[in-house]
């Protein structure tokens, strides 16, 4: 599957982004999509994941309640909705397929992560 992220930008904090993955040579619905991001500086770090033919999301923890990803099947696109946006949640995004839903116990590491976009730059300015 080739993944094609898009919908970075310069927003102001407390201003809202949506992000989009949109897929081809597979299908949203069939793998767990993920998204990450990496400021600079530091390693990328998971932000959430969505479960293929489910509705399982996991976030990370500094952005529940501001993020939500989703699904699209019939535009075979997965979004990841920003709200409340803080300086810190800049970084490059990017996002990512793996075959399977994360073991239970285990993190989200990007090594279980097979397929990957290209990235996105979102910039909040305080």
């Known amino acids: 599957v080739q993944l094609q992220a898009s919908g970075g930008g310069l927003v102001q904090a407390g201003g809202s982004l949506r992000l989009s993955c949109a897929a081809s040579g597979g299908h949203v619905n069939t793998y767990t999509m993920g998204w990450f991001r990496q400021a600079p500086g530091k390693e990328r770090e998971f932000v959430a994941a969505?479960?293929?033919?489910?509705?399982?999301?996991a976030y990370r923890d500094s952005v529940t309640g501001r993020f939500t990803i989703s699904r699209d099947n019939a535009k075979n696109t997965v979004h990841l909705q920003m709200n409340s946006l803080k300086p810190e949640d800049t970084a490059v995004y990017y996002c990512a397929a793996r075959w399977s839903w994360k073991v239970s116990g285990s993190s989200w590491s990007s090594d279980d992560f097979a397929y990957w976009g290209q990235g996105t730059q979102v910039t909040v300015s305080s």
């Open positions: 969505i479960r293929g033919k489910g509705i399982n999301t």
